[in-house]
């Protein structure tokens, strides 16, 4: 089973699972550019994983006669070391709790290796996923302060703004590295002066001050031309009060990926801007 496997991973073209992911994602850019390498990152990885097991196999195989005893003797020790104990100095303890003292030893070792499996897999689906963003660079070399959330930006923009158009962005975040993958788009992001020299944090650790729409005037906001504002804010500081539903194109286009039941927890507002409009 395991050489079939093996088999058929490194016979399968890369083309034909790569048209198959791309097939089951939105048509945006960004979905097809994620879709499109994370599955190639997946087979090269079945192909590894799959011949690696297959040579470990083929070794147990081999050393059978060795290793089978070896390991049974290692599961008889195991289960005896963490069932009740013998020792005549713990005659006085009751059989109930000697008996519960052990299972909670085997359940505490059986949860620590799921827990350790769980983590293992989610980690390797973590690691395919980010795959084409990150790839073998480290995260400071290739966007410090991408995030799942910026992502869902990207492709709500990528559908509801046609290329070409120019945006106005405010934002506690900086996000200069959304015009590489908002082109042929233009975007503008002023930024504010106390955040000019500052290095973002994950996760909003660090609040950066940002610009509100109030806090620009009309002619500041006719020189940029834009055709589209959008306001993008995370930080409590500035969603504190604010109808994080007032986009309900953003609302609808969540709703229609992640289920009815989705409600956001940070602001985002994309409109269009009319010449002359006061803010």
Do not use: C
């Not at 097939?23 to 994370?38: H, L, M």
């Not at 400071?140 to 302060?145: A, F, G, S």
């Amino acid at each position: 089973m395991s050489l079939a496997l093996t088999g058929a991973a490194w016979i399968l073209p890369v083309e034909i699972v790569q048209a198959w992911a791309t097939g089951r994602v939105g048509k945006d850019d960004f979905s097809q550019f994620e879709a499109f390498e994370a599955s190639a990152a997946s087979l090269w990885f079945a192909r590894i994983a799959l011949t690696t097991s297959l040579l470990l196999l083929s070794i147990a195989w081999t050393t059978r006669r060795r290793l089978i005893p070896f390991l049974a003797k290692t599961v008889i020790e195991l289960w005896q070391a963490t069932g009740p104990q013998t020792d005549p100095s713990q005659s006085k303890v009751p059989s109930a709790v000697v008996a519960a003292r052990s299972i909670l030893i085997r359940g505490f070792l059986a949860a620590w290796a799921l827990l350790a499996i769980y983590h293992a897999g989610f980690s390797i689906h973590r690691r395919l996923w980010d795959w084409p963003v990150y790839r073998l660079d480290a995260g400071q070399v290739v966007l410090p302060n991408i995030s799942e959330t910026n992502r869902e930006l990207i492709r709500y923009l990528e559908a509801a703004t046609p290329p070409g158009s120019r945006i106005l962005v405010l934002s506690d975040q900086k996000l200069f590295f959304l015009s590489y993958y908002l082109l042929p788009r233009r975007l503008f992001h002023p930024t504010h002066p106390d955040s000019e020299f500052v290095i973002a944090q994950p996760y909003n650790e660090r609040q950066l001050a940002a610009y509100r729409l109030s806090d620009l005037s009309a002619d500041r906001i006719a020189e940029l031309r834009p055709d589209y504002i959008l306001e993008y804010f995370e930080g409590a500081a500035y969603i504190q009060g604010e109808n994080l539903v007032r986009d309900t194109a953003w609302v609808d286009f969540q709703r229609r990926r992640r289920g009815p039941a989705w409600r956001p927890g940070y602001l985002v507002a994309l409109r269009r801007y009319a010449a002359g409009e006061t803010p």
